[in-house]
């Protein structure tokens, strides 16, 4: 197959979305299928090949990350560059100006559309923009999506998951991006649930994110070098590798540990729009963190190794963290708040706290301070299960809804 991905979300963007079509896209081409992904950017990085760059602002970037320019400009791009297009199947994997022209271009020639769903943009909306501005925004956002792609289901705000304005029109954004497209994917059956309950209708595969396989052959099999261990008196060490962002809820989490009866340190590795806050707030209220930054990602698996658990508190967002996956292959345990996030991590692999505000989660934390045998506990059964979650497992699951995508559109 030649299959050509549209993203508004790779090039110097750490997180789930770029991880996880890089694994794909890898485990594709090791199968003999040919990708080329088109995203926005300003450079291709060395030794990157088969990547496509849109017309790109030089200037403006949306929380760090590159931005396309419109949905007409990229097309045209495309079009001149792609005349007879050529492509097997197009796959999106995300909803804005680069993703919006992917899928139009497919249903101009005729091409299968598979989507993949990876987050709640009405939590992105409700975390990330300012209270005077969240129903413009999204009114704003709802009102050019509709322009590209047609919107034939408004949600209405309700009691349950569109409790304001501004987060229905980001449903209706979500569920008429998804409708255009021929099958779905999402990384969760959890978030599965809600698109269908809002009002998806086309057929939605669970398809989890996967860990490339190289990461675990660069680790061995060894337990000595990959069981956590934790005795009576250490220090917890607590991993970070989410993005320090206000979605990810840094800085709740710091507030957890300052108010820990037991010790614990933080070494956390990722960018983000909360970064510099982060940094101060540990420093203001003497919390041991480190924060390092964007770290490459082999780099990354060193100093995972040495931690006792993995941090994940976002809440609401119904994504995978690929964050979770990368600590069951590694042997780490892992903590976090939203009950959605048990599908994703084997039974006895996790603590949860009973709730996603401050104090439940220092509570969660210092329990576990307590039985420092339990960190081992954990460690073994995430080993155990560190086959599921490898890219090679899941690409099977991704190759058989490509096939039925084809299938129906012959």
């Given at each position: 197959?030649?299959i050509?991905?549209f993203t508004?979300?790779f090039?110097d963007?750490?997180g789930?979305i770029p991880s996880?079509?890089?694994?794909?896209r890898?485990?594709l081409?090791?199968l003999g299928?040919?990708?080329?992904?088109?995203?926005p950017?300003l450079s291709?990085p060395?030794?990157e090949k088969n990547i496509?760059?849109?017309p790109?602002h030089k200037?403006?970037?949306a929380?760090?990350?590159?931005?396309?320019?419109s949905?007409?400009l990229v097309?045209?791009?495309v079009?001149?560059?792609?005349p007879?297009f050529?492509?097997d199947l197009?796959h999106?994997?995300y909803?804005?100006?680069?993703?919006l022209?992917?899928a139009?271009?497919?249903k101009?020639?005729k091409v299968?559309?598979?989507?993949?769903?990876?987050?709640?943009?009405d939590?992105a909306?409700?975390?990330n923009?300012?209270h005077p501005?969240?129903?413009i925004?999204?009114?704003l956002?709802?009102?050019?999506?509709?322009?590209?792609i047609?919107?034939?289901?408004?949600?209405p705000?309700?009691?349950?998951?569109?409790?304001?304005?501004?987060?229905a029109r980001?449903w209706?954004?979500?569920v008429?991006?998804?409708n255009f497209?021929?099958?779905?994917?999402?990384?969760?059956?959890h978030?599965?649930?809600?698109?269908?309950?809002y009002?998806?209708?086309?057929?939605?595969?669970?398809?989890?994110?996967?860990?490339a396989d190289?990461?675990?052959?660069k680790l061995g099999?060894s337990?000595?070098?990959l069981?956590?261990?934790m005795?009576?008196?250490d220090?917890l060490?607590?991993?970070?590798n989410s993005?320090?962002?206000?979605?990810k809820?840094?800085?709740p989490f710091?507030?957890a540990?300052?108010?820990?009866?037991?010790p614990c340190?933080l070494?956390a590795?990722?960018?983000g729009?909360?970064?510099?806050?982060a940094r101060r707030y540990?420093?203001?209220h003497k919390?041991?963190a480190?924060f390092?930054?964007?770290?490459?990602?082999?780099?990354?698996?060193?100093?995972m190794?040495?931690?006792h658990i993995?941090?994940t508190v976002?809440y609401?967002?119904?994504?995978?963290?690929?964050?979770?996956l990368e600590?069951?292959?590694?042997?780490?345990p892992?903590?976090?708040?939203d009950?959605?996030m048990?599908?994703?991590v084997?039974?006895g692999g996790f603590?949860?706290s009973?709730?996603?505000d401050v104090?439940?989660m220092?509570?969660?934390?210092?329990?576990?301070?307590?039985?420092?045998e339990?960190?081992?506990e954990m460690?073994?059964?995430?080993?155990?299960?560190?086959e599921?979650v490898?890219?090679?497992t899941?690409i099977?699951?991704l190759i058989q809804?490509?096939?039925t995508a084809?299938?129906h559109?012959?």
């Amino acid at each position: 197959m030649r299959i050509a991905i549209f993203t508004d979300v790779f090039l110097d963007v750490p997180g789930g979305i770029p991880s996880s079509i890089k694994a794909q896209r890898a485990s594709l081409e090791k199968l003999g299928h040919e990708v080329t992904i088109f995203c926005p950017g300003l450079s291709i990085p060395k030794g990157e090949k088969n990547i496509e760059l849109v017309p790109t602002h030089k200037h403006l970037r949306a929380n760090g990350a590159p931005l396309s320019k419109s949905p007409e400009l990229v097309e045209k791009w495309v079009r001149e560059k792609y005349p007879m297009f050529g492509f097997d199947l197009v796959h999106v994997h995300y909803e804005a100006s680069c993703s919006l022209a992917g899928a139009r271009l497919a249903k101009l020639y005729k091409v299968p559309l598979v989507q993949t769903m990876h987050g709640r943009e009405d939590m992105a909306i409700a975390i990330n923009v300012p209270h005077p501005f969240k129903t413009i925004a999204a009114l704003l956002l709802n009102k050019l999506h509709s322009v590209y792609i047609p919107h034939k289901k408004m949600v209405p705000y309700d009691n349950d998951l569109a409790p304001t304005v501004a987060r229905a029109r980001m449903w209706t954004l979500m569920v008429n991006h998804a409708n255009f497209a021929d099958q779905v994917i999402t990384p969760s059956q959890h978030f599965a649930n809600k698109l269908k309950q809002y009002g998806v209708e086309k057929p939605i595969t669970v398809v989890s994110n996967g860990v490339a396989d190289e990461m675990v052959k660069k680790l061995g099999s060894s337990e000595s070098k990959l069981v956590r261990k934790m005795r009576a008196g250490d220090t917890l060490k607590i991993f970070w590798n989410s993005r320090i962002s206000r979605e990810k809820r840094i800085i709740p989490f710091l507030q957890a540990m300052a108010i820990m009866k037991e010790p614990c340190e933080l070494t956390a590795c990722g960018d983000g729009n909360a970064l510099e806050v982060a940094r101060r707030y540990a420093k203001r209220h003497k919390i041991k963190a480190t924060f390092y930054g964007r770290v490459p990602h082999e780099k990354m698996l060193d100093k995972m190794l040495s931690q006792h658990i993995s941090a994940t508190v976002s809440y609401g967002f119904d994504t995978q963290g690929l964050t979770l996956l990368e600590a069951e292959v590694t042997g780490m345990p892992v903590f976090f708040c939203d009950p959605d996030m048990k599908e994703s991590v084997p039974k006895g692999g996790f603590i949860m706290s009973d709730g996603p505000d401050v104090k439940s989660m220092a509570k969660a934390l210092d329990a576990l301070s307590c039985r420092p045998e339990k960190i081992e506990e954990m460690s073994r059964v995430m080993l155990k299960n560190r086959e599921n979650v490898l890219q090679s497992t899941q690409i099977k699951k991704l190759i058989q809804v490509y096939q039925t995508a084809l299938n129906h559109n012959r």
